[in-house]
């Protein structure tokens, strides 16, 4: 093929030219992300002046601008925080699956970690962040090895098309229940409609600061796992083979991404697709090693939702357009690129 | 075996017998439809008596029944029998044409195509009536043709085409999610209405439309019935058998995302309606029969029951769709499990 010999050799083939490529890419991302967050901060429905910014940065709230500066620089945290998270997990399920189409919106996780919220909104009478949590992360934590379960039964272990199937149904099954808990109770369908959607505003720090605890683990262990992730991409005989304990590496891989998933909805409602596209688009600059794949993830997933949260305010003025909506109109096309460029296994 | 030493006769025996018995199943299913239908005029929250239902229907006015039976329960079971049959029907049909259980309208994408459209026409556009149904199914016609463009390859469109289409509908969720959240003068109940399908608030001036459809489209449904029972057997043994694929394709497609997309303007997308029946049909009736009048029974079955339950029995109310999910999101995961187990089947 002539097409071989392109500008950039993939990042995986080596050292030399794929080393800077990757040393360029993070600096390249790291000065988009600069850009969004002071994006984030100055455009919304009310333009302000940078005076103001400055001003709110140092606290200040006296004029409306500032106050508007003072409510978008939480959002931005939420923001850079949850498509970190949602990347790095969707990089995360794709190793352990070894399956294209995993991510957390997809796998019915998302789905998992709203019914449980919901469920814990309408029948404990749950407000608490810390509450939000938990049962955000038990929901995702049984979405996550239910589907999983159901996906590779049968010959052929999880397959795409098995674990897509029960994820999809998983999802739509928790969305059925959630309406029927919901629905009997209009003290809470409010709140718990407009979560549905998920969002990024009306973001606080009060509300973020006792989740991050969850975030940081889970970055950590996700990076952690990046290595033996590369050992189980040669397929689980050669990675036992080459010493690694597969099944501990599986565990921990979805530890990570489950704690990450989970602890993003319980924040942001569910938000899908962005685990989905960001490490395509990475596995395409940077290669297949997931030390490298992992970390570019998180920084492009939160490049991604910023801009999508950036571009939501501004298309629909005066109103917004919630984050996840830009999200799935993204991601959608891309995932049905991915399923038209894999052959798919037949079931 | 006795009755191995006459093989050719039993076996014509045997088949007689499934015939009669697929037979007594339609009529059983028709029965039970019937009697679903009585039952939602009769009874609700206060008890009927038959004669004045009849009276009213007739078209005299009778102290209390009038409103009761005419206003309220009249288009609300007229809307759920006719609602049923075309999910019903628009379903199996698409099962059997695409050979696979989970090819129904409500998971590839076709009835939230629909009820997007719909969703879209009538909080931005302000239409109303006709002019939304007409949106519909030119939208699930659109969201045909776009799954099916874009999972064929080669010709064989297969499971991708399962796949695509749940693309699809995760992004027309969102759009109708958007269309519902940026409108403020509709109140919750109404959104929900639009997510999973609902007769509150039924008009029987909705009925003449989807009466049409039902007619129309159910009728040319019905007369590619031949076809299409061949199709079960195959695609290469149906153009054996003469079916003009191209042909029955197009038909097929068309008056079913007509039935679907008309339905679906009227009650919202009823959750797995389209799914459940042409699923159940296949295990009720068996090899070898029709599945298209059972399964459209089956659908009304479905809607006029769960909508029932939903009004009635249960300890608050709720609109058919969330009864009809919640019950038919076990069953697809059953189905999941079943198939990975077993491998294919319908």
Known sequence: MTGQDAPFPRGATGFGNGKTLRGLCLVG????????VALSVTVGTRDVAWVDIVAAASGGTETIGQAAVAVRIPRTALAVLAGGALAMAGGLMQGVTRNPLADPGILGVNAGASLAVVTAVAWFDISSAGAYLWSALFGAAFATVFVYRIGSLGAGGATPLKLTLSGAATSIACASLVIAVVLPRNDIAGGIQSWQIGGVAGATFDRIVPVLPFLLAGFAVGLACARKLNSLALGDDLAAGLGENVAMARFLASLGGVLLCGATTALCGPIGFVGLVVPHLCRLLVGVDYRWLLPLSSLAGA??????????RVVARPGEIEVSIITALIGAPFFIWIVRRQRVREL | MTTSALPLDSRAVERHRRIVRQRLTVAVLALLVCLLFVLTLVLGQSFT????????LLGETV???????????????ALLLLAGLSFGLGGVVFQIMLRNPLASPDIIGITSGAGAAAVFAIVVLSLSGPAVSIVAVVAGLAVALLVYG???RNGAAGTRLILVGIGVSAMLHSVTAYVLSSAPAWNLQEALRWLTGSVNGAQLSDAPPLLLAVIVFGGLLLGQRRELDALRLGEDTAAALGVRLARTRIIVIVAAVGMIAIATAATGPIAFISFL?????????????SLLIPSALIGAVLTLAGDYTGQFLLPSRYPVGVVTGALGAPYLLYLIVRINRIGRSL
């Open chain 2, 277 to 289: 029946s042409g699923t159940i049909a296949a295990r009720v009736i068996g090899s070898g029969g």
């Open chain 2, 63 to 77: 102290e209390g029944a009038s409103f009761l039976v005419g206003t309220l329960r009249l288009p609300r079971a």
């Open chain 1, 29 to 36: 991302l790291l000065l988009a992300l600069v850009v969004l």
């Open chain 2, 49 to 56: 008596p038959p004669a004045d239902v009849v009276r009213v």
């Open chain 2, 150 to 152: 874009l999972a064929v």
């Open chain 1, 303 to 312: 490049c991604l939702l910023l801009a999508s949260d950036v571009l939501g």
